[in-house]
C-alpha cells in the first residue's frame, strides 16, 4: 500500500482569498516541519563557508610567501613539490624590464644518471618547473598555473649545471591584465654552464610548453555554478518525489 504524499506548502497558500494575507494562514505542523527541513538541506553551511573562507586565506598567504625569496620558495617546495626541493633549481632574477628569464639547475647527486652526466628525466622534470615558476611569478598568487603540452628536444650530454633560459612567445603581462584564462607558451634553451671563465655556455637541449592560465576567481564561480546546479536538482527531485 502506498503512503500518501506529504504535503506542500503551496498547497495551503491555494486556499487563501485574493485579499488575503499570508500571516493569517495557520500552517499545519507537519508543514512546517517539512518546509524547515527542506530549508536546512538546501542551505550551505554556515560553518562551511567560514572554512573555506580560512582556506582561500591560508592558500593566498602561502602562495605569496612562495614568491617572497628563494629560502620561502625551498620551504614551500619541500612540502608541495619535492622535485623541485632535491633538484635544487633556482630562478635567477633579471632586470624587471626584460622579457626573459632564466633558472640554473645544478649538478647534483640527485640530478646525475651512473655514467655521471645530467640525468635526462631531470633536466625534463624540471623544464617544466622553471617555466611554470616563471609564469607563476609573473602572474601572481591570483592564478593558477597548469602545463598542457611539453616538448623537449635532447642536443648533447650535459656534465655541469644546467642554465633554462626561456622566453615567452607572447606578451604575458598584457595577457595579465586581461584578468581572463589564457595559454602562454615559453621557449626554453637548456645550456651547459661553463667551468672556466672565458668558456662558453654549451646548449645541450630545447624546450617548448604550453602553459594554462586560469585567474582563481574563475575556479571560485565554477563551483558556485556547480554547486547551485546541484541544488536546483536536488530541490527538483525532492518535488518529483512528493
Not at 530549508?39 to 567560514?50: D, E, I, K, Q, Y
Not at 633556482?90 to 640525468?119: H, T
Request: hydrophobic share 40%; aromatic share 10%.
Amino acid at each position: 500500500m502506498s503512503q500518501p504524499s506529504a504535503p506542500i506548502l503551496s498547497d495551503a497558500f491555494d486556499e487563501m482569498p485574493a485579499d488575503g494575507n499570508p500571516a493569517d494562514i495557520e500552517i499545519p505542523p507537519a508543514i512546517a516541519v517539512e518546509v524547515h527541513r527542506e530549508r536546512a538541506t538546501l542551505a550551505p553551511s554556515t560553518s562551511g563557508r567560514r572554512i573555506q573562507r580560512w582556506f582561500d586565506k591560508i592558500e593566498a598567504f602561502v602562495s605569496r610567501l612562495s614568491m617572497r625569496d628563494n629560502f620561502w620558495n625551498s620551504i614551500c617546495s619541500l612540502i608541495w613539490l619535492p622535485l623541485a626541493f632535491f633538484s635544487g633549481i633556482r630562478l635567477k632574477e633579471l632586470d624587471a624590464n626584460s622579457f626573459a628569464a632564466r633558472a640554473v639547475l645544478p649538478f647534483r647527486r640527485f640530478n646525475r644518471n651512473w655514467y655521471r652526466a645530467m640525468a635526462g628525466g631531470a633536466l625534463l622534470a624540471n623544464s617544466e618547473i622553471a617555466g611554470g615558476s616563471y609564469v607563476f611569478g609573473i602572474c601572481g598568487s591570483d592564478y593558477t598555473v597548469v602545463c598542457k603540452n611539453l616538448n623537449y628536444t635532447f642536443l648533447r650530454p650535459c656534465f655541469g649545471p644546467a642554465v633554462y633560459r626561456m622566453k615567452p612567445r607572447e606578451d604575458l603581462r598584457a595577457l595579465v591584465e586581461s584578468r581572463a584564462e589564457f595559454n602562454i607558451t615559453i621557449e626554453m634553451e637548456i645550456t651547459q654552464q661553463a667551468s672556466r671563465r672565458g668558456e662558453k655556455d654549451k646548449r645541450v637541449g630545447r624546450c617548448e610548453a604550453t602553459f594554462h592560465v586560469t585567474p582563481k576567481v574563475h575556479h571560485k564561480l565554477k563551483a558556485a555554478r556547480k554547486r547551485a546546479t546541484a541544488t536546483t536538482s536536488t530541490s527538483t527531485s525532492t518535488s518529483t518525489s512528493k
